[in-house]
């Protein structure tokens, strides 16, 4: 892709400062820039809160749209570092590259920016504007930028339907799980023999015939169990370890009807079912928490001591788990039933929760295989192999887990469904934050200083963006009731 587009500047007849490109063409009209700009104003036909604006030329066009819209985010793109430095001096270019409204970028940063600033929570309308004779000039970048741009804007509505799905039941698991935190001993830790292999085990089908491996090795693994994995060891006489949960969703308290659980730490989310650890906590007096990156939990974990930083991917209770291993400190470690795919026509190893339910269920009509291929069956499968197939969805957790493996520092190998793992991480010293305060303290600041922390309510604001009396509400007021509906908790106080 060329690095420059623009060559040369032209003084227009209502001398305003243009950029040339190397053919002489000017990006923006001679005789009238900014009437030229108030003309394509006018076809942005309502009140947008969010502008995406490829081509910035003298900066004439973001300047007006700045004027129309005070209050909008507008993000504007350029071909490159070249091409904003050789603009810089522009009249038009200085009276808004230290705007706070406007976020000047190369095209290379588009789809990181783009990511990172359109939150529909706050934005709920947003505009995408081509500037005509920037994107005529060169297709190479105005094709790449349509590309990221997709890409982006994919991402961000995943993340967003899932926050709008989730947002409450999350900020409701996190304050609940944190009322749990604050009757937990302060003192309590996790005793690891880093000599032993950290065995994660998921509940994909392929976990069926390694039971029986596990078994005869047990003395020699640390079993760190996904929620939906431990029921199938349970069932096999296998006692876990630690049980790592994720989940928000009351249908995950399913994992937890064994009641032996004396020799079994568990590593929550702070947005796991809180229902859950309530009743843990009468088996076991080993329960932990884990922020990932949920803002609400992120305060509160930069805030107190006795929540730790894991990383779960796109979501991924096995990536979670794996997490933990690595910055324990095990050096050697192994993943089982991580299969991102249905196995002979399965959709999880035996015993998990969906095996009691779906036969319990079971009747002539609809017996257990019919609930079964009514789960695999909910979307589009792919054929990857006589034996396997795949979905979307599960080529998404796929990629997310390998993506995490490419960027932790360890070596792996995949062979016969087992990945087999050599921990280079260097162990972090553990400290506690000296400048930490009480759960009460957190609570309580976040409570008064609410428009100090604006987006630790952002899930929560997606949540009511999806309910049909409140998606046209301005951000202010949808602020105003999240920020309510979390003082009327009242359970840290």
Known sequence: MTDRFYYSKIISKTSIEIPAFENGQTFESKYNPQREAETLLTTIEKEYSFFLVCGIGSGTFIKELNQRFPKAKIIAVENSVSD??????????????????????????CKKTLIQNYLPAIYPDAKIIFQRNWALHNEETFN??????????????????????????????????????????????????????????????????????????????????????????TQNNIVSDLIVSIDGQFLSYNHFFNNDYKNTAFLFDLCANSSIVEKLKNYSDKIFFFSNSHPLSEYFRNRINGIQNIYTGSGTVTIAALDF??????KNIEVCGADFSYINNKAYSKGTYLDFLYYKNSCKIHNAEYSFNKLMFRTELEKISDKACTSSVLKEYKKSFENYLGLCNCTFTHDKDLYILNNNMQK??????????????AYKDLIENAHNYEAVFLPYIAWLRNQKDYKELSFDKLFFLAHSAFVSYNILI
Do not use: H, M
Not at 87 to 93: A, C, L, V
Not at 325 to 330: D, E, I
């Open 84 to 109: 904003i430095n050789f603009i810089s001096e522009f009249s038009s270019f200085i009276s808004i590259k230290n705007n706070p409204q406007i976020t000047i970028i190369s095209k290379e940063d």
């Open 144 to 233: 790449y930028l349509k590309e990221e741009i997709t890409q982006a804007l994919e991402e961000i509505k995943y993340d967003f339907s899932v926050q709008s799905q989730f947002g409450k039941l999350w900020q409701d698991n996190i304050i609940k799980n944190l009322s749990i935190l604050n009757t937990l001993p302060c003192s309590q830790k996790l005793s690891l023999d880093l000599t032993k292999t950290a065995l994660v085990v998921a509940a994909g089908p392929s976990l069926d015939k390694f039971i029986q491996q596990i078994n005869k090795n047990r003395e020699n693994y640390y079993i760190i169990a996904t929620d939906t994995a431990s029921r199938s060891l």
């Open 325 to 330: 291993a690595l910055k324990a400190g095990f």
């Open 428 to 441: 972090p010293e553990k400290s506690e934050n000296e400048n930490c305060i009480s759960i009460q303290e």
